[in-house]
């Protein structure tokens, strides 16, 4: 009978502590960005008190999706302002940014990437990110693409 009580105490316990509800996952592309066909431009999933927005890899190109700039700086502009465009759909900015994942096919343009991402991002608490040089990105003109993860707080 202890063993009995012991046990079904056991999962009482666990059971208050597991999960409610299923995380809800939502996808999501904003229409002021260029969208390719079979991807999602990004997805959140909630977490409860707070909501996670994991965007794919965005590259420099307008809504039309005509390549905007022909160094890093201008490209990277056009992929913030890509990014930001998401983020928004899910009342977020690039403040709300907690990682970044930056693939380049120059790295020695880091500083001119730099300068352009300071603008965008919350620079007290700036994300954790990676940076990789790649030979070549899905076209040969496009110089930059970057993947971001914001967590903003439920509503």
Same mark, same amino acid.
């Given at each position: 009978?202890?063993?009995?009580? %012991?046990?079904? /105490?056991?999962?009482?316990?666990?059971?208050?502590?597991? !999960?409610?509800?299923?995380?809800?996952?939502?996808?999501?592309?904003?229409?002021?960005?260029? =969208?390719?066909?079979?991807?999602?431009?990004? =997805?959140? *999933?909630?977490? &409860?008190?707070?909501?996670? %927005?994991?965007l794919s890899g965005q590259?420099?190109?307008?809504?039309?999706?005509? #390549?905007?700039?022909?160094?890093?700086?201008?490209? =990277?502009?056009?992929?913030?302002?890509?990014?930001?465009? +998401?983020?928004?759909?899910?009342?977020?900015? &690039?403040?709300?940014?907690?990682?970044? &994942?930056? /693939?380049?096919?120059? @790295?020695?343009?880091?500083?001119? /990437?730099?300068? *352009?991402?300071? #603008?965008? +991002?919350?620079? !007290?608490?700036?994300?954790?990110?990676?940076?990789v040089e790649v030979s070549?990105? /899905?076209?040969?003109?496009?110089?930059?693409? @970057?993947?971001?993860?914001?967590?903003?707080?439920?509503?």
């Amino acid at each position: 009978m202890k063993k009995i009580l %012991i046990l079904v /105490f056991t999962e009482i316990f666990l059971f208050s502590f597991s !999960q409610k509800k299923m995380n809800n996952v939502e996808y999501k592309n904003s229409a002021e960005v260029f =969208t390719i066909k079979g991807l999602s431009q990004s =997805t959140s *999933i909630d977490c &409860g008190n707070s909501k996670m %927005i994991l965007l794919s890899g965005q590259v420099p190109l307008d809504v039309a999706g005509n #390549l905007v700039g022909n160094d890093v700086e201008k490209q =990277t502009q056009q992929v913030f302002k890509n990014i930001e465009s +998401i983020l928004k759909e899910y009342g977020a900015t &690039g403040k709300d940014i907690v990682k970044l &994942g930056i /693939f380049m096919t120059d @790295i020695s343009k880091t500083p001119d /990437f730099r300068k *352009i991402r300071d #603008l965008y +991002i919350n620079l !007290q608490n700036p994300p954790v990110s990676s940076l990789v040089e790649v030979s070549r990105l /899905f076209r040969n003109d496009v110089l930059i693409e @970057i993947e971001a993860t914001a967590v903003i707080k439920n509503k």
